[in-house]
């Protein structure tokens, strides 16, 4: 009953909050770098493994082309299969495959996770022909093998984890199976950091969500993103957030595009990690998620492919996106400070514990009821001064109106009705006569009232 009455005072606040103003700021854009690379991996995997349908021969085939373009560059192959609950086919149990490539340093077990999903819903006749260029697919893949060739070569005082997630197209099937398998079951308790692909680029402006506050790897971030001139939209003040619990263990009592990804295993664990998300934050509406201003929201319909994202974003600035993306993550990465700043965030996570607490129900219930309250006090006082009181002359007028009308239009004989109505209007106008003589002086000479009382 409590956790009911915060949902619906939560979902009340944000719906009075939700057409807040919001100013976006973004940096200095930078130049297409290495955005042309990225992007012809994306035409690559379109042209070749359009159909990457969760669970179906497809998937399986790509996965398979994720485990060589890894393999190849010498990543030690933690791939594993699993089984998941197809939720378009009655939930009858498929079987996906999470691609998992490891870059090992020696003498640690630190480690950092570059995930996205690379399942689309191709063969599903709902979305017939979606190539999952925009969500996740062809966009987040392209990065993650991009990072993963130019790390090859380079020191770090950590193992990366380079996971192409199987099934994410189903509600993040994929992620979850591994953040199950991979920090639960294994006790991979030295996670540094999370980096996340689901939707990297393709809206109106590209985004690094980090926390609900602000974090010390979320400022890490920020000025790796403005010294190599990024072009990164702030987080609004408001998400669009909606109370709803995606997980049992959620340590926010709602959700929002920032959290809602495949990453909220590990944001729900408290490690650090970045979402890199594109979209129209911006927009105030009560859309859950508005990708682009002016167009469709193509995440998982047939029109996610790169032309129809071509001509409504232009190639120009998804490749400005996409070397933003890029060059923020290879350069967090390999700056010698890294490490450092995560444990260090790691440390000083945000608790939310209060949210969840008796505290925080009471306080929310109560402002809730004053909103609420006001609001209403509000509107009834609106209402009252734009009411204007009808009396029975007001009725008649309309009345007379009426038939005025109909005579002009139809050429009835309506003169009967009209005077009539006139001249009863008329008569309302005039000073009433007192029946009984109440308003005269004279009293009958003995002082008695009408009724002799």
């Known amino acids: 009953m409590k956790k009911t009455l915060l949902i619906l005072m939560i979902l009340i606040v944000f719906t009075l909050c939700a057409f807040g103003n919001v100013h976006a700021e973004e940096s200095t854009k930078n130049d297409v770098g290495l955005g042309e690379k990225i992007y012809g991996e994306a035409e690559n995997i379109s042209l070749y493994h359009k159909d990457r349908t969760a669970g179906a021969d497809g998937e399986r085939k790509f996965a398979e082309y994720l485990i060589e373009r890894l393999g190849g560059l010498g990543y030690e192959d933690y791939s594993y299969d699993f089984t998941f609950d197809n939720v378009l086919m009655n939930n009858a149990s498929y079987t996906s495959r999470n691609v998992v490539f490891k870059k090992d340093a020696e003498g640690t077990d630190k480690h950092v996770i570059v995930m996205t999903g690379y399942s689309n819903l191709y063969g599903y006749e709902e979305t017939k022909g979606n190539e999952a260029v925009y969500y996740g697919g062809a966009m987040g893949v392209s990065v993650m093998l991009t990072l993963a060739e130019k790390l090859k070569d380079i020191e770090l005082g950590y193992d990366v984890y380079f996971v192409g997630l199987g099934a994410n197209a189903m509600n993040y099937a994929g992620a979850g199976d591994f953040y199950e398998q991979f920090y639960i079951r294994n006790q991979k308790s030295d996670t540094l950091f999370v980096m996340n692909y689901t939707m990297p680029v393709g809206g109106n402006n590209i985004y690094m969500y980090t926390e609900e506050t602000k974090t010390i790897h979320g400022e890490f971030l920020k000025k790796i993103a403005e010294e190599s001139g990024s072009s990164f939209t702030k987080i609004p003040a408001y998400k669009k957030s909606a109370p709803i619990l995606i997980r049992e263990n959620q340590v926010i009592p709602y959700t929002h595009a920032g959290i809602f990804d495949s990453h909220i295993d590990f944001f729900n664990a408290r490690i650090p990690s970045v979402n890199f998300l594109s979209l129209n934050w911006e927009k105030e509406s009560f859309e859950a998620i508005e990708e682009r201003d002016g167009s469709i929201n193509i995440s998982n319909k047939k029109e996610d492919n790169l032309e129809y994202l071509a001509d409504k974003v232009g190639k120009e600035k998804?490749?400005?996106?996409?070397?933003?993306?890029?060059?923020?993550?290879?350069?967090?990465?390999?700056?010698?400070?890294?490490?450092?700043?995560?444990?260090?965030?790691?440390?000083?996570?945000?608790?939310?514990?209060?949210?969840?607490?008796?505290?925080?129900?009471?306080?929310?219930?109560?402002?809730?009821?004053?909103?609420?309250?006001?609001?209403?006090?509000?509107?009834?006082?609106?209402?009252?001064?734009?009411?204007?009181?009808?009396?029975?002359?007001?009725?008649?007028?309309?009345?007379?109106?009426y038939f005025r009308a109909r005579a002009e239009r139809d050429g009835e004989g309506l003169e009967e009705e009209i005077a009539a109505i006139k001249e009863f209007v008329e008569n309302r106008k005039k000073p009433k006569e007192d029946p009984f003589g109440l308003d005269s002086k004279d009293d009958g000479g003995n002082g008695d009232d009408i009724f002799g009382l």
Do not use: C, H
């Open 318 to 401: 998804i490749l400005m996106q996409l070397s933003s993306v890029f060059d923020v993550s290879y350069n967090a990465l390999t700056d010698k400070e890294f490490v450092d700043v995560m444990m260090k965030s790691a440390e000083n996570m945000p608790d939310y514990s209060i949210i969840n607490s008796d505290v925080f129900y009471f306080v929310t219930i109560l402002i809730s009821a004053i909103v609420v309250l006001s609001l209403a006090a509000f509107l009834v006082k609106r209402a009252r001064n734009n009411v204007k009181e009808y009396t029975v002359d007001d009725y008649y007028g309309d009345w007379y109106k």
